[in-house]
Nanobody, 120 residues
């Protein structure tokens, strides 16, 4: 199983970016999906999550600016980032709790990350 994230790049303050992440492999089910980020010199932090029933949660620092959504049929999670700030600069990682066709339990999987840089 792989989580393939893309969409990162350079944006100006108050600009927007959209990050898609698709789960690829022999997947039977996907539970919670989410995005985390790690800024230079800082620990990785939670940005947003979304349940299989489409209930989102957000970190306080992005609430009202970022929107997480998912397409279960396409095994994809998106992070729409608006009103970007320089402090949003980080590597963004998607993750998901996935059940393989060969297993019963769900396990956490992580993508490799995509860099978002916001200039002032």
């Amino acid at each position: 199983v792989q989580l393939q994230a893309s969409g990162g790049g350079l944006a100006q303050s108050w600009g927007s970016l959209r990050l898609p992440c698709v789960a690829v492999g022999s997947i039977s089910g996907i539970d919670v999906m989410g995005w985390h980020r790690q800024a230079p010199g800082k620990q990785r932090e939670l940005v947003a999550t979304i349940t299989s029933g489409d209930t989102p949660t957000y970190a306080g620092s992005v609430k009202g600016r970022f929107t997480i959504s998912r397409d279960n049929a396409k095994k994809t999670v998106h992070l729409q980032m608006n009103s970007l700030k320089p402090e949003d600069t980080a590597v963004y990682y998607c993750n998901a709790a996935i059940q393989l066709t060969t297993q019963i339990n769900y396990r956490d999987y992580w993508g490799k990350g995509t860099l978002v840089t916001v200039s002032s």
